[in-house]
């Protein structure tokens, strides 16, 4: 395998992986740890808004390829493993990626409240 097709591969299985742990975090048998970690990672994978914005050379990227798959695989450890199964199956499945226009507001809001407060605390 050529280093594009391995890395093609791996961006598949982590977009796959976020959309299981969203699945897991609304799953009952997750504990409640997990559950808020999860939704924490698949928040910012999603997240337009990154810790380092993109257009800064090599930094602005490389929190995508560490932060993420890091707390994927954090949340991953925790969320039991069946659970997980049932939810990379699923998420395999799936055509499309989630779409909440619930879940984009509320990253929205959370990241206009970290601006006002920013902005607050510097002035």
Partial sequence: ???ISNAKRW????KRDVHAVWLAAR???TPWFAKGLAL?????AVSPIDLIP???PVLGYLDDL?????GI???????PPEVMEKHRQAAAKATERPVSRLAAGVVIAVWIACAVL???LLL
């Fill in 73 to 79: 695989l954090l949340v991953v450890r925790l969320i």
């Fill in 40 to 44: 924490l990672v698949a928040a910012y």
């Fill in 54 to 56: 993109d257009f800064v």
């Fill in 118 to 120: 920013l902005v607050k």
């Fill in 11 to 14: 961006a598949r299985t982590i």
């Fill in 66 to 70: 560490v932060i993420v798959p890091l």
């Fill in 1 to 3: 395998m050529t280093p």
């Fill in 27 to 29: 799953d009952p048998r």
